[in-house]
Each structure stands twice: as C-alpha cells, then as structure tokens.
C-alpha cells in the first residue's frame, strides 16, 4: 500500500508505514492520502473515486434518517431496548454503528485495522454530534481487559454488497482490501456473551458458510441471518 502525505503528516505517515510493513503487504493499488485534515483512500482500480469515511455523507444521512422513523428496523428487532449500550466489535466504516447511535443507542466502536482505524477515527472526531466512542484494537482484546460490561454485542464480519449498502460498492470493494479477517470468532462470541447482559448478534449472509457456534436463536431475512446468542443474564 502508498501512503502519500504532506508535511504535518509526516511523522504520523512514517509510523504507519513502519506498522504496515510489519504486518505484511496490503494491495499496491490502494494509497492512502493524509492532506492536512483530509484523509483518504484511492484504488486504482476506481481511479476516479476517493474513499473518504464521514458521516455527513448525504447518502448514510438520508438511510439513517429512513432507518429512524421505521419501527420495523431490524436494528430495532435486534436490540429492542435503544437506550442501551452496545459494542460495535467489528466498527469497519462505522455506518452500521453510525445508524445505531443516531436510533438513540450508546455506541462504543472497535476496529483492528490501522487502516480502517485511521479513517473511522478520522470521521468519529469530526463527527458533530460526539456521541459515538472509538478505540483502535481487536474487539476481544477490549473485551478482555475492560472493566465495562454492555448490554449488546454486534458482529458484522460481512463483505457482501447489501441492498442498504449506503456508501456504494467501491467503498466496500476497498474496505474489503484493508480489512483485518479474524480466524478466532468462537472465542470473541465466547467473551461478548460474558461481557453483554442482554445479547450478543452475529450477521451473516443467508447462504453463508461459516462455521459458527450455535446461536440461541436466530432473526433471518431474505438475504441475511442474525444469529443472536443470549448474554449472561439471560
Ligand atoms: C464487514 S466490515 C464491517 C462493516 C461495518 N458494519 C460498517 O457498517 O461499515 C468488518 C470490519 O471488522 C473488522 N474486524 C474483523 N475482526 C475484528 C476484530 N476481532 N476486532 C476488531 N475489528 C475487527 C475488519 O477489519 C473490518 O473493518
């Protein structure tokens, strides 16, 4: 992967090369491009498109907006109590959290991507509203050693493009590149469901094939499964 940077940036470049070129190769195609406040991504593969992460995207703001005002939600289905907090463990672009938090949820976010992290960071703190939390780490990590218990949990491990996909396919295509692929998913169910009293929801497409531990119950639709493990004070 190329970094490009200007001269404030500099210093936050040359730590970032070091960390990826200790974590092996990400796609040549792919730079990342720190301009004084600006932060973006490009893939030559969509040479005319820029990858930014905000959320006053007007495309994440009209289906959040939408979103909202539907009491059949399935994010309302999944965590029936909004007040609630929960823990987005696989943050990526943050829109599934950013949803979350504007349907009146506490929203901590946790991505293990430096990639991802930096660009999800960036749109937290420009972020107005200054509601939703971000930490950069693996989410079992987190959950291992905070002293915070939540009441949900939420898995999205999915990199297929959705009908409600609000940023549009190529943000998806390149997430998909920088993205950390965890191979451990029954530990991290294990711990969310002993860290989140109500429940612990796992998406996944409907015709998936991945091996998971066996949910409590499970929320489908026509192209996904929610599989939903209860937590520890079920
Ligand atoms: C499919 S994306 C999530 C998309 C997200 N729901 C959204 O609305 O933009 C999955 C993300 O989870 C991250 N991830 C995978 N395993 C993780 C883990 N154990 N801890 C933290 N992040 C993880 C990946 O790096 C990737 O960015």
């Known amino acids: 992967m190329k970094i490009f940077s200007d001269n404030i940036n500099l210093s936050r470049s040359k730590f970032l090369r070091n960390l990826l070129d200790s974590l092996g190769a990400i796609d040549e195609n792919i730079a990342l491009h720190l301009e004084g406040e600006n932060i973006y991504l490009t893939n030559e593969k969509y040479r005319e498109k820029q990858v930014v992460v905000n959320f006053s995207n007007s495309s994440l703001i009209k289906l959040t907006n ?43 976010m946790i991505e293990n991507s430096p990639v991802v992290s930096i660009l999800l960071n960036h749109a937290v703190k420009t972020d107005n ?29 999915m990199f297929q493009k959705t009908k409600t996909s609000s940023l549009g396919s190529k943000h998806d295509e390149t997430l998909k590149k920088i993205a950390f692929f965890e191979k451990n998913i029954d530990d991290l169910i294990s711990i969310a469901t002993n860290k989140c009293g109500q429940r612990v929801v796992l998406k996944e497409a409907a015709h998936s094939n991945m091996r998971l531990p066996k949910p409590n119950y499970c929320i489908k639709t026509k192209l996904l499964n929610y599989n939903i493990y209860n937590g520890y004070k079920k």
């Open 66 to 108: 939408e979103r909202c005002r539907n009491n059949n939600d399935i994010f309302k289905k999944l965590f029936p109590f909004s007040y609630k907090k929960i823990i987005d463990c696989t943050a990526g672009f943050g829109r599934d959290g950013f949803i979350l938090s504007n349907m009146g949820y506490n929203v901590t």
């Open 129 to 157: 509203s200054k509601k939703i939390r971000f930490f950069h780490g693996n989410s079992y990590d987190f959950l291992a050693n905070t002293q915070e218990s939540f009441d949900y949990a939420y898995f999205d491990f």
